[in-house]
T-cell receptor, first 114, second 116 residues
Framework: GAVVSQHPSRVICKSGTSVKIECRSL??????MFWYRQFPKQSLMLMAT?????????EQGVEKDKFLINHASLTLSTLTVTSAHPEDSSFYIC??????????FGSGTRLTVV | GQQVMQIPQYQHVQEGEDFTTYCNSS?????IQWYKQRPGGHPVFLIQ?????EVKKQKRLTFQFGEAKKNSSLHITATQTTDVGTYFC????????????????FGTGTRLTIIP
């Protein structure tokens, strides 16, 4: 089946630094990638949508200058959390339509900002 | 914006008992998807429902889409310990900017725990 590889799975960084999260579609082309954030015991909240070769679309309330998204190829989308702060600590997950009815999710990145 | 509510928020059942989670939308949906997320894991696609009144089954799981396409349910018969996790419904919204792909609004989720 379709696989989205997400790295890193866990990262701890110091406040003020930046963290890059990668999502690669391994056996299909992902023209669109959705980026979610999930706080403990809560639902997934869509942050932004990236489309290959164009600017990302951000949901209301999500700072585009803080969460930089790049979708330079049909198999790779990245999310960079810039100048991270403790309140950015969360579980970040990407997903892409895989050609079937559902969406394939990456395994997630647990970010802890200290 | 669109809201998708699920009840109950938590459900603890004895192994072998049945389990049902309900999903309700404030607007009519074009389709609804269901996902399962194991503790510490990521959501895994279970099924998509499209037609009004549609019922689909996957072994012990039965999915139903309401006649008005505003609600849906997932029923698990004779739960097993492997059913532990959080079940999310997700409503798809088409947007012109996403190459025809829907963006999903996830429900609040129902966390299922099993008492052996």
């Amino acid at each position: 089946g379709a696989v989205v590889s997400q790295h890193p799975s866990r990262v701890i960084c110091k406040s003020g630094t930046s963290v890059k999260i990668e999502c690669r579609s391994l056996d299909f082309q992902a023209t669109t990638m959705f980026w979610y954030r999930q706080f403990p015991k809560q639902s997934l909240m869509l942050m932004a949508t990236s489309n290959e070769g164009s600017k990302a679309t951000y949901e209301q309330g999500v700072e585009k200058d803080k969460f930089l998204i790049n979708h330079a190829s049909l198999t790779l989308s990245t999310l960079t959390v810039t100048s991270a702060h403790p309140e950015d600590s969360s579980f970040y997950i990407c997903s892409a339509p895989d050609g079937s009815y559902g969406y394939t999710f990456g395994s997630g990145t647990r970010l802890t900002v200290v | 914006g669109q809201q998708v509510m699920q009840i109950p928020q938590y459900q603890h059942v004895q192994e072998g008992e049945d389990f049902t989670t309900y999903c309700n939308s404030s607007t009519t949906l074009s389709n609804i998807q269901w996902y399962k997320q194991r503790p510490g894991g990521h959501p895994v696609f279970l099924i998509q429902l499209v037609k009004s009144g549609e019922v689909k089954k996957q072994k012990r799981l039965t999915f139903q889409f309401g006649e008005a396409k505003k609600n849906s349910s997932l029923h698990i018969t004779a739960t097993q310990t492997t059913d532990v996790g959080t079940y999310f419904c997700a409503a798809g919204i088409y947007t012109e900017s996403n190459f025809g792909n829907e963006k999903l609004t996830f429900g609040t989720g129902t966390r299922l725990t099993i008492i052996p």
